[in-house]
């Protein structure tokens, strides 16, 4: 898995600013990332159901193409005016992007769906470490690591070995992709830079997608479908990122993700009707306490 690289500079700016937000600042910077969470495990579930049909490659393909094609319709970037670092930024953004959503698709195509989330979150995991100035992130870190342990402890008996590798793989891209989400929210204005590393990565995918489910992308009731899996997998959850990232400091931000692992757990209960035992409520629940933790100290100094 690649080493959590420091924070950028912009990245530091962007936790300077953060202590002049403000309460009602910090309290909306966490609701944009609780409403990407909940996006993107909703849309997970939706898209395991398109499996049968295009499989995971091809609904990968499926899911970047239209979340590109509408956040270019959306944004309208300009293509003038930036630098070859702007490019450069865009460019390693879209290829984050495009291994993140393939290896994490291959993983759940091979182990269950919680042993996954909780593999691919040490690359957050590992960020909010190493980016993180104060002590106190430690704690923080290690209760959401006990949380996401605990409720994948169903899954980890007899792993697939190609599976469990792709699952932390995408977490190294994870938290790449945290790092490059910051950069770019700052080198671009609004959307934009989200909108030109859609592409990239929708373009990086399409070759595989093809080759791997052919006509089967073709089909409109599969089209219709990927597309909800799109809007609720990537432009809704990448844009309200985005825009929390602009405020929230990247060490908050990358232990605020170990709510997807409970956010993945409510998902499959409500829509593919997997149960939920006391290990995993209690699981939710210490997640959920490091995450409002590291929040706070992050936002407060303390």
């Keep these: 898995m690649p080493v959590a690289v420091p924070a950028s500079e912009e990245v530091r700016r962007a936790e300077r600013a953060q202590a002049a937000n403000g309460p009602r600042g910090r309290m909306v910077s966490v609701g944009l990332v609780m409403g990407g969470i909940i996006c993107l495990q909703f849309g997970s579930s939706v898209a395991v159901l398109l499996f049968p049909r295009a499989g995971a490659l091809g609904v990968v393909t499926l899911r970047l193409v239209v979340a590109a094609l509408v956040l270019l319709v959306a944004c309208r970037p300009k293509l003038r005016g930036y630098s070859r670092g702007d490019w450069a930024t865009v460019l390693a953004y879209g290829v984050a992007l495009a291994g993140m959503n393939s290896l994490f698709y291959q993983a759940i195509d091979r182990i269950p769906l919680g042993a996954a989330v909780t593999l691919e979150f040490l690359g957050p995991l590992i960020l909010s470490i190493v980016t993180s100035r104060r002590a106190l992130s430690l704690v923080w870190a290690t209760l959401a690591l006990g949380g996401v342990a605990l409720l994948g402890r169903q899954g980890f008996d007899s792993l697939n070995l190609v599976g469990a590798g792709c699952a932390l793989a995408a977490g190294g891209l994870w938290a790449a992709y945290i790092l490059l989400a910051a950069r770019a929210g700052q080198r671009f204005p609004a959307a934009d830079g989200l909108?030109?590393?859609?592409?990239?990565?929708?373009?990086?995918?399409?070759?595989?997608?093809?080759?791997?489910?052919?006509?089967?992308?073709?089909?409109?009731?599969?089209?219709?479908?990927?597309?909800?899996?799109?809007?609720?997998?990537?432009?809704?959850?990448?844009?309200?990122?985005?825009?929390?990232?602009?405020?929230?400091?990247?060490?908050?931000f990358a232990v605020m993700m170990s709510l997807e692992p409970a956010a993945a757990a409510t998902a499959g209960f409500l829509v593919l009707h997997q149960s939920l035992g006391w290990a995993e409520i209690a699981a939710i629940a210490m997640v959920v306490l490091a995450s409002v933790g590291a929040v706070r100290s992050a936002s407060s100094g303390h």
Excluded: H, Q
């Design 195 to 252: 909108a030109l590393a859609m592409t990239v990565a929708a373009v990086l995918s399409l070759p595989l997608g093809i080759a791997s489910a052919g006509t089967a992308l073709l089909d409109p009731v599969t089209i219709g479908l990927g597309a909800a899996v799109a809007m609720m997998s990537s432009v809704a959850p990448y844009t309200l990122e985005l825009l929390a990232l602009r405020k929230l400091p990247a060490s908050g």
